[in-house]
């Protein structure tokens, strides 16, 4: 039975000395939108775009459980550009298991994003109900939101990104919105059942059966940059998805931020969640990921440690098997119930396992720097971030500034070296600059 403190004899204690640590900016090409809801109307002013909306067509828009930036602007414009033509809109969540797979749960994931009724303009439709359109040439059902597979037309806004679990032309975007999102928990277990690793094939498979069926209008697909801003915002008509969505997925690979170092002794997580990242933490940037998928993404990170949880992500704890320690914070923070639904789906159980449970933020990053092998822990190589969604500004530690100042095109120093800073409760104090990439969004 864990209660609020864990007791354990660890031989010489934790009491060691930590490197200090440097803010430092990466540096990438980050290229944005000016404007989110200007570039929505433009897209609309496309004539294969706004050809398909018709005066009095009920029209179901999906949305899905990503903490995409300005996914609410983005959403609301599509609203009254939808409205402007004359249909009448809902917004229902696509997003598989995800909040809980319950209707109330994936409401409530939605109004963390401000995704509301009042600030969008127009019903939100939430409920777990699914039809069966058809079945694949191997016999699996494919699923579709009841509500949404009632409406005249479909239309899915969501973001372009290399997924955490395989590697395709086409990955996480319209596509496994369609498919996975669409089909609630029902149809994105059935999905799942094949396992991820035929997702480059059996989700355009999907896809292509859902369009035949239904009257997929078009994507709207948003691309982020390295800073975490939007980038891209394109419509995609229905019939050019799986034509189109392949070069956005690349366009998705260029943007995006990485950690630009090959081995790292610890890296610490602040915050991890499904807002983040569909495995709370992205493996594209801690290059790790579960149990038997191959993944050869830099760098090599020897120990992670994970502090605590998003607020946006509800006590889905999904990914945190992927950490080699977090804190009781974080521990008693976790949503069951919530986390196991995802992570059953998922088929990947390991994503749910609890890691070596630390007291404090203090003894969590103290274990895991006393743990790296070979290595005295004043010269451990240690990476610090806010969340892998925000990696333009970390700390690292002085032991890997001479690669830092070695690569001025890759880095730029901002601050002095310094000390971890912790309170009297042992609790880590905030990234002060962690909010830049955001601030200038």
Same mark, same amino acid.
């Given at each position: 039975?864990?209660?609020?403190?864990i007791?354990?004899?660890?031989?010489?204690?934790?009491?060691?000395?930590?490197p200090?640590?440097?803010?430092?900016?990466?540096?990438?090409?980050?290229?944005?939108?000016e404007?989110?809801?200007?570039?929505?109307?433009?897209?609309?002013?496309?004539?294969?775009?706004?050809?398909?909306?018709?005066?009095?067509?009920?029209i179901?828009?999906?949305c899905?459980?990503?903490?995409?930036?300005?996914?609410?602007?983005?959403?609301?414009?599509?609203?009254?550009?939808?409205?402007?033509?004359?249909?009448?809109?809902?917004?229902?969540?696509?997003?598989?298991?995800?909040?809980?797979?319950?209707?109330?749960?994936q409401?409530?994931?939605?109004?963390?994003?401000?995704?509301?009724?009042?600030?969008?303009?127009?019903?939100?439709?939430?409920?777990?109900?699914?039809?069966e359109?058809?079945?694949l040439?191997?016999?699996?059902?494919?699923?579709m939101?009841?509500?949404?597979?009632?409406?005249?037309?479909?239309?899915?806004?969501?973001?372009?990104?290399?997924?955490?679990?395989?590697?395709?032309?086409?990955?996480?975007?319209?596509?496994?919105?369609?498919?996975?999102?669409?089909?609630?928990?029902?149809?994105?277990?059935?999905?799942?059942?094949?396992?991820?690793?035929?997702?480059g094939?059996?989700?355009?498979?999907?896809?292509?059966?859902?369009?035949?069926?239904?009257?997929?209008?078009? /994507?709207?697909?948003?691309?982020?940059?390295?800073? =975490?801003?939007? *980038? !891209?915002?394109? +419509? &995609?008509?229905?019939?050019?998805?799986?034509?189109?969505?392949?070069?956005?997925?690349?366009?998705?690979?260029?943007?995006?931020a990485?950690l630009?170092?090959?081995?790292?002794?610890?890296?610490?997580?602040?915050?991890?969640?499904?807002?983040?990242?569909?495995?709370?933490?992205?493996?594209?940037?801690?290059?790790r990921?579960?149990?038997?998928?191959?993944?050869?993404?830099?760098?090599?990170?020897?120990?992670?440690?994970?502090?605590?949880?998003?607020?946006?992500?509800?006590?889905?704890?999904?990914?945190?098997?992927?950490?080699?320690?977090?804190?009781m914070?974080?521990?008693?923070?976790?949503?069951?119930?919530?986390?196991?639904?995802?992570?059953?789906?998922?088929?990947?159980?390991?994503? /749910?396992?609890?890691?070596?449970?630390?007291?404090? =933020?203090?003894? *969590? !990053?103290?274990? +895991? &720097?006393?743990?790296?092998?070979?290595?005295?822990?004043?010269?451990?190589?240690?990476?610090?971030?806010?969340?892998?969604?925000?990696?333009?500004?970390?700390?690292?530690?002085?032991p890997?500034?001479?690669?830092?100042?070695?690569?001025?095109?890759?880095?730029?120093?901002?601050?002095?070296?310094?000390?971890?800073?912790?309170?009297?409760?042992?609790?880590?104090?905030?990234?002060?600059?962690?909010?830049?990439?955001?601030?200038?969004?």
């Amino acid at each position: 039975m864990i209660g609020d403190r864990i007791e354990v004899n660890i031989a010489g204690g934790l009491d060691i000395p930590l490197p200090r640590m440097v803010h430092v900016r990466q540096k990438f090409a980050t290229p944005r939108v000016e404007s989110v809801s200007k570039t929505v109307s433009e897209q609309f002013q496309r004539a294969e775009i706004r050809g398909k909306v018709k005066p009095g067509m009920t029209i179901a828009v999906g949305c899905g459980s990503r903490g995409i930036n300005n996914i609410a602007e983005c959403v609301k414009q599509v609203v009254a550009e939808l409205k402007a033509l004359g249909a009448k809109p809902f917004i229902f969540p696509a997003m598989g298991s995800h909040g809980g797979a319950t209707a109330e749960g994936q409401r409530e994931v939605l109004e963390g994003y401000g995704i509301t009724e009042e600030a969008m303009g127009c019903p939100i439709q939430s409920q777990m109900e699914v039809v069966e359109l058809g079945k694949l040439d191997s016999g699996m059902p494919v699923y579709m939101d009841k509500t949404a597979a009632a409406a005249d037309g479909v239309v899915v806004v969501c973001r372009v990104k290399p997924h955490t679990n395989f590697r395709a032309p086409i990955e996480s975007g319209i596509v496994k919105m369609l498919t996975i999102g669409m089909g609630k928990i029902i149809g994105a277990t059935e999905l799942h059942t094949d396992g991820m690793d035929t997702f480059g094939t059996l989700l355009p498979a999907a896809a292509s059966l859902i369009m035949a069926k239904k009257n997929v209008l078009f /994507g709207v697909a948003m691309v982020e940059n390295a800073a =975490d801003e939007t *980038a !891209i915002i394109e +419509a &995609v008509p229905g019939e050019q998805i799986l034509e189109r969505e392949p070069a956005l997925q690349t366009k998705a690979k260029e943007l995006m931020a990485r950690l630009q170092f090959d081995e790292i002794d610890v890296l610490v997580v602040e915050k991890i969640g499904k807002n983040i990242s569909g495995s709370g933490m992205d493996p594209n940037i801690t290059g790790r990921n579960c149990r038997f998928v191959e993944w050869n993404m830099k760098p090599f990170v020897k120990k992670i440690a994970v502090l605590g949880l998003t607020p946006e992500t509800h006590g889905n704890a999904t990914g945190v098997g992927a950490a080699d320690v977090i804190t009781m914070r974080l521990y008693k923070e976790l949503d069951i119930a919530k986390t196991y639904a995802n992570i059953i789906t998922s088929t990947y159980l390991d994503g /749910g396992a609890i890691p070596i449970i630390m007291n404090t =933020d203090q003894e *969590a !990053i103290q274990l +895991a &720097v006393k743990t790296v092998v070979r290595v005295k822990p004043q010269d451990a190589r240690v990476v610090r971030i806010a969340t892998t969604l925000e990696v333009m500004d970390i700390h690292v530690s002085e032991p890997m500034l001479p690669f830092i100042k070695a690569n001025p095109s890759m880095f730029e120093i901002m601050g002095e070296p310094e000390p971890f800073r912790f309170d009297a409760k042992g609790t880590l104090y905030p990234m002060l600059a962690k909010q830049h990439a955001h601030a200038t969004a």
